[in-house]
């Protein structure tokens, strides 16, 4: 298959002689989803902000033969951080509204209620974001992230907060999105969610790539544990 992503050379100074992102390359192909696995702090959000578009002194990064700049991340990237800013005060249906209304979208609420109701939302519907839970909440910023059906998806940490079954649940929609050509890069520091759902993992140690792993079913979490850690 085509490659969709390509980041080429990826750096990331602290100063002119320290790196914190340090000669990065790789590649994703449409409708794939590829893992970002390191510690907190290893550098996977720098290298999302990166392909998002929101580092402008980065340029060596291509998305379907496009360079990847601000404006690319407004119209092509669902980008998903740790936090997403939401108007607490409002509900989540006032949150869609709004968001609809910023990118002048026209949703389809038969599509949004099914959505709403996979990710157990659908009755908080009138609730203010202040009053959800962190699992929730992260649901509902994830349903954001993807309301414009963007090309792109970015996601760190989307699985913090959740419980077992809504994760099961984030997996089967993570997928039909790769089946409907998304090209997705998730960021986690859990290396069994990230295998149950990736073809591809990047394991990122100290600003570097210290391993690219194309996932095969002989590969267990042990395996992928012991890498991370040698």
């Not at 291509?62 to 092509?76: A, G, P």
């Not at 108007?87 to 609420?109: A, G, H, M, P, T």
Request: hydrophobic content about 40%.
């Amino acid at each position: 298959m085509a490659v969709s992503l390509l980041v080429k050379n990826l750096s990331k100074y602290f100063d002119h002689t320290t790196f914190f992102i340090d000669d990065i390359s790789f590649s994703c192909e449409k409708g794939q989803i590829v893992g970002l696995i390191g510690e907190n702090g290893a550098g996977k959000t720098t290298i999302l902000n990166a392909v998002a578009g929101l580092d402008e002194d980065i340029h060596d990064i291509w998305f379907n033969q496009i360079q990847v700049d601000n404006n690319f991340f407004k119209t092509k990237v669902g980008f998903l951080p740790e936090r997403l800013n939401l108007y607490d005060y409002l509900s989540i249906k006032e949150n869609i509204q709004f968001v609809s209304r910023v990118r002048n979208l026209k949703l389809k609420q038969e599509k949004l209620d099914t959505l709403l109701k996979k990710l157990n939302l659908y009755d908080y519907y009138d609730t203010s974001i202040r009053n959800l839970s962190k699992g929730m909440r992260k649901k509902f910023e994830f349903i954001i992230t993807i309301i414009h059906s963007p090309d792109l998806l970015l996601l760190d940490e989307p699985f913090d907060g959740l419980d077992p079954k809504q994760m099961i649940v984030m997996k089967e929609i993570l997928n039909e999105l790769s089946v409907s050509g998304k090209t997705i890069l998730v960021s986690s520091h859990a290396i069994s969610i990230v295998k149950d759902i990736s073809s591809k993992i990047l394991f990122i140690n100290n600003g570097k790539l210290k391993h690219e792993i194309n996932i095969t079913a002989e590969h267990t979490v042990q395996d992928l544990e012991n890498l991370f850690y040698d």
